[in-house]
């Protein structure tokens, strides 16, 4: 099974900065890579898949890069809504595991 | 546009089991394998398994062979999972989510039900 670490499980930032979530694989999983966003008590929503690709509707402040092993999801101006849980998640294989979640507070 | 309607949360003991559904609008049910993903109270995703609404052709995670069922009635575009012998630790919100690419078990969740929370006590 590929193994899903992300990097910090939490993380403080200000309205305006700029914030980078890492994630990484413990084999390559070449592109197949997804983001998704989730706030409390709802769930989860597609932000990024295939590493880079914006799914339809999402603002154009986030943006995904990385391939092989090691992935980064970019907020580049964090608004008031962007404060949330953010998971990665590997399709290149079953089972499909999610990282376990980066918390985006508020500083 | 797409909907995906959980039907409502449960309430079961210990042993007992639960069949959550899952009701598909706005897009051709039978053309996206609908996979299931669990959420224990304050912890992460967890992939369950998924079917093929075409075939009823089914694949689940290793952890919940044995325990879990899933089916689909294509004449309502409605899809299913039945969990048995539920414990304690079963207790969670259950999504379904469709799969992103038409056809093909590709294991990217674009459409989400608005989950359905299923409460194991005695």
């Known amino acids: 099974d590929i193994q899903m670490t992300q990097s910090p499980s939490s993380l403080s930032a200000s309205v305006g900065d700029r914030v980078t979530i890492t994630c990484r694989a413990s084999?390559?999983?070449?592109?197949?890579l997804n983001w998704y966003q989730q706030k409390p008590g709802k769930a989860p929503k597609l932000l990024i898949y295939?590493?880079?690709s914006l799914q339809s509707g999402v603002p154009s402040r986030f943006s995904g890069s990385g391939s092989g092993t090691d992935f980064t999801l970019t907020i580049s101006s964090l608004q008031p809504e962007d404060f949330a849980t953010y998971y990665c998640?590997?399709?290149?294989?079953?089972?499909?595991?999610f990282g376990q979640g980066t918390k985006l507070e508020i500083k | 546009q797409v909907q995906l309607v959980q039907s409502g949360a449960e309430v079961k003991k210990p042993g007992a089991s639960v069949k959550v559904s899952c009701k598909a609008s706005?897009?051709?049910?039978?053309?996206?394998?609908m996979h299931w993903v669990r959420q224990a109270p304050g912890q992460g995703l967890e992939w369950m398994g998924w079917?093929?609404?075409?075939?009823?052709?089914?694949n689940y995670a290793q952890k919940f062979q044995g325990r879990v069922t899933m089916t689909r009635d294509t004449s309502i575009s409605t899809a299913y999972m039945e969990l048995s012998r539920l414990r304690s630790d079963d207790t969670a919100v259950y999504y379904c989510?469709?799969?992103?690419?038409?056809?093909?078990?590709?294991?990217?969740?674009?459409?989400w039900g608005q989950g359905t929370l299923v409460t194991v006590s005695s």
């Open positions: 998640q590997q399709s290149y294989s079953t089972p499909p595991y």
């Open positions: 084999q390559s999983i070449s592109s197949y």
């Open positions: 295939a590493a880079s």
């Open positions: 989510a469709r799969d992103i690419t038409p056809g093909i078990a590709a294991a990217g969740f674009d459409y």
């Open positions: 079917i093929n609404p075409n075939s009823g052709g089914t």
């Open positions: 706005g897009y051709t049910f039978t053309g996206y394998y």
